[in-house]
């Protein structure tokens, strides 16, 4: 489970620790990742390794894929879930920074589902769960693109490997409470509440969602709709809504 020492990533550790897996969990800061392994041994009582690692670094990233694939050491469920988001447009970002979101939610997200992919195919069995996200159905920055990305990905390697016996699961969440936006430095205060999930939520439904096969999951009816909705309306609507919305944030905020 990559991304586990925060937000969604820590809640899918809790959630499987609860049912009674075996983990490994993937983040750079060691003090939560040691913290939450102490809490869910003493709790729950299964394994749990800790693995330092940045995913955007190639080196550190092939010594993950390397455990994931370990045919001695089989993982059942790849949780392919770290990231992060950017507040800026693109070219007014920095462009490290938009390598490190490709790194991170594209490149490796490809090379541990490569990893555990081909050991889970030759097992005849596991699954792989990609977090995803409504935005890979719209045209939000260079997010959207990158999420597009993962959901794509993921359907095209569930076809390959369904008749393995693995799945493969794109979770596409709406806005959740996480430290995401506070990252990110995005502020949400203008967010109406109703669009706001919870991480037990999400998870709890993904998780469902994956023990069903289900190739891909959008935790909550709201958010059903809107990607039922994304899917079909024509493309150009939904650039010019994106447009506005964006628009929308860059205006100076009415005084008091
Ligand atoms: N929150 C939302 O509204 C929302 C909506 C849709 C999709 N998502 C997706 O959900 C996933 C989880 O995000 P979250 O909302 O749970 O955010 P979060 O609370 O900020 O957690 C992000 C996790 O990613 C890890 N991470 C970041 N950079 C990393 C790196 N270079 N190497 C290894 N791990 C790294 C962080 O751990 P360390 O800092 O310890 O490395 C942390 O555990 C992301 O893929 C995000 O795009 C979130």
């Known amino acids: 489970m990559t991304g586990a020492s925060s937000g969604l990533g820590r809640e899918y550790a809790v959630q499987l620790a609860t049912r009674g897996h075996d983990l490994v969990l993937v983040a750079r800061d060691r003090d939560r990742l040691e913290g939450l392994a102490t809490e869910l041994v003493a709790r729950h009582r299964v394994e749990v390794e800790v693995v330092l690692a940045d995913l955007t670094d190639r080196e550190e990233l092939a010594r993950v894929a390397e455990r994931v694939g370990d045919p001695e050491r089989p993982v059942d469920l790849l949780v392919n879930n770290a990231g992060f988001g950017s507040r800026r447009g693109f070219v007014r970002g920095e462009l490290a920074e938009e390598e490190a979101a490709l790194d991170l939610m594209v490149r490796a997200v490809m090379v541990l589902s490569h990893a555990a992919g081909g050991a889970m195919r030759a097992r005849g069995r596991g699954a792989i769960l990609n977090v995803s996200s409504v935005a890979s ?36 969440p709406g806005f959740v409470h996480t430290e995401f936006h506070q990252r990110a430095e995005m502020n949400m205060s203008r967010l109406p509440d109703a669009l706001w999930l919870e991480a037990p939520d999400v998870v709890r439904a993904s998780l469902d969602d994956v023990s069903a096969g289900r190739v891909v999951s959008v935790p909550s009816l709201p958010y059903k709709v809107l990607v039922g909705v994304l899917r079909v309306a024509p493309r150009r609507l939904t650039r010019t809504v994106a447009g506005s919305l964006a628009a929308r944030r860059r205006a100076p905020h009415p005084p008091g």
């Open 137 to 172: 159905y719209a045209v939000m920055g260079h997010y959207s693109a990158i999420k597009a990305y993962v959901t794509v990905f993921s359907e095209a390697l569930a076809t390959e490997l369904a008749p393995h016996g693995v799945t493969v699961t794109a979770v596409c």
